[in-house]
Structures are given as C-alpha cells and as structure tokens.
Nanobody, 127 residues
Framework: QVQLVESGGGLVQAGGSLRLSCAASGRTLSIGDMGWFRQAPGKEREFVAAMRWSGGSIYYVDSVKGRFTISRDNAKAMVYLQMNSLKPEDTAVYYC????????????????????WGQGTQVTVSS
C-alpha cells in the first residue's frame, strides 16, 4: 500500500504561483508513475501532469504546458507541482496519484491506471 498526502493549496490571484506537494509513504518502491489530476466543480476529474517515479518521462496536458512543472525528490518521497501564471480556470481540487506500474504515454491521463490517490487540496485562483 502507498499513502499520499497533498498540501500547498490555497487562494491566489490570477498570474500568481503556488507549489503543491505530495508526500508518499508506505511501499514507495513499488510506485511506477506519479501524476497530478484536478477536478473543478461540476466537471470530471482531468489529468494535469505525470512523471516516472524514478525520474523522467514527464508529460503535461496542453492547457498547463509552459506554466506548470512536475518534479520529484525520491530521497524525501515527495512529488511537487509548481504552478505559475495561474488562471481562474485552474481553480479545482488537485489530487496526487500513484500507479503500481509505469504507464504508457497514451494512457497516462486515464484515472483507472492509477491505484493510489490522495485526499486532494483546493486551489482557488481569483480574477
């Protein structure tokens, strides 16, 4: 089992920045990929970014490319999502997720490929 806990959400003005953190614990050596997803009110959960737990193979949804950066610190069992140039449409609950196996690029946005999920952290961007 792997446990994930997100932090770092909050209220920020448009154009501002936030850094989300995801602390992993438990059987972290069994993690394949780490991903960030988000869910806005009344909308389905959508993929934001993912990377191999071992590093590399980074992938972003088009709407955040150039603004968001996913990174990890394996020594600390942490994954981060640096969010810059935030827009009101980025407002959502952000979730950290982990898969048991590496995911093919074409499938990295699929919720069911991730086994473990955090509880989410709210990000609100005001205009």
């Amino acid at each position: 089992q792997v446990q994930l806990v997100e932090s770092g959400g909050g209220l920020v003005q448009a154009g501002g920045s936030l850094r989300l953190s995801c602390a992993a614990s438990g059987r972290t050596l069994s993690i394949g990929d780490m991903g960030w997803f988000r869910q806005a009110p009344g909308k389905e959960r959508e993929f934001v970014a993912a990377m191999r737990w071992s590093g590399g193979s980074i992938y972003y949804v088009d709407s955040v490319k150039g603004r968001f950066t996913i990174s990890r610190d394996n020594a600390k069992a942490m994954v981060y999502l640096q969010m810059n140039s935030l827009k009101p449409e980025d407002t959502a609950v952000y979730y950290c997720a982990a898969s048991r196996f590496p995911i093919a690029t074409a499938q990295r946005g699929e919720n069911d490929k991730y086994t473990y999920w955090g509880q989410g952290t709210q990000v609100t961007v005001s205009s």
